[in-house]
């Protein structure tokens, strides 16, 4: 049963710890893609990463880091330098990076709250 | 950079009637247009989608407009659902560097009873 998982569903933290949310697939996709979803807002881009050992920035990256180290694995820490870090966070995958010829596949999300 | 705009924010429609949610986007350069559908505790998923070489697509009970002059789409559905209840996102982007999805804030779509 092939898909994307992200774990935990709701997570809590303490201000001014790091959390690390867990994105994997087993798709063979080798695009992954963090997104951050608040109330009332679209999605925007953190991190992206088209292929192992390489990611780029997004548009709001600050705050935030990433590692591939491998093809089902892109995991993102959202760390104390974030200024507002309660939100839902979506992972997504696709075969390829260009938009229009790979269809992106979102995970379930985390909603991260912090106290 | 590309500025995706989504309105209505909520639309509250009677099941059986048609819904209509509308986007403009300010990059001429976008050549590609997805739709999401955002179900309650999930994430989004894609419906539908449409280039720029073509003016309308249509699968089964939605359908999408796109009027390239006036850099507006627009997701259409008839005969609507109780399941049809959900937040939708427009999106654009285009093929070049900066491949990216530049999405709308999202339409929530509450059909009435």
């Known amino acids: 049963d092939g898909g994307i998982t992200q774990s935990p569903k709701y997570l809590f933290r303490k201000e001014g710890q790091n959390v690390t949310l867990s994105c994997e697939q087993n798709l063979n996709h080798d695009a992954m893609y963090w997104y951050r979803q608040d109330p009332g807002q679209g999605l925007r881009l953190i991190y992206y990463s088209q292929i192992v050992n390489d990611f780029q920035k997004g548009d709001i990256a600050e705050g935030y880091s990433v590692s591939r180290e491998k093809k089902e694995s892109f995991p993102l820490t959202v760390t104390s330098a974030q200024k507002n870090p309660t939100a839902f966070y979506l992972c997504a995958s696709s075969i390829g990076l260009t938009p229009s010829y790979n269809e992106q596949f979102f995970g379930p999300g985390t909603r991260l709250t912090v106290l | 950079g590309e500025n995706v705009e989504q309105h209505p924010s909520t639309l509250s429609v009677q099941e059986g009637d048609s819904a209509v949610i509308k986007c403009t986007y300010s990059?001429?350069?976008?050549?590609?247009f997805p739709w999401y559908k955002q179900e309650l505790g999930k994430g989004p998923q894609l419906i539908i989608d449409i280039r720029s070489n073509v003016g309308e697509k249509k699968d089964q009970r939605i359908a999408v407009t796109l009027n390239k002059t006036a850099k507006h789409f627009s997701l259409h559905i008839t005969e609507t659902q109780p399941e049809d209840s959900a937040v939708y996102f427009c999106a654009a982007s285009k093929v070049g560097r900066d491949d990216k999805i530049i999405f709308g804030k999202g339409t929530r779509l509450h059909i009435l009873p």
């Open positions: 990059d001429s350069a976008s050549n590609y």
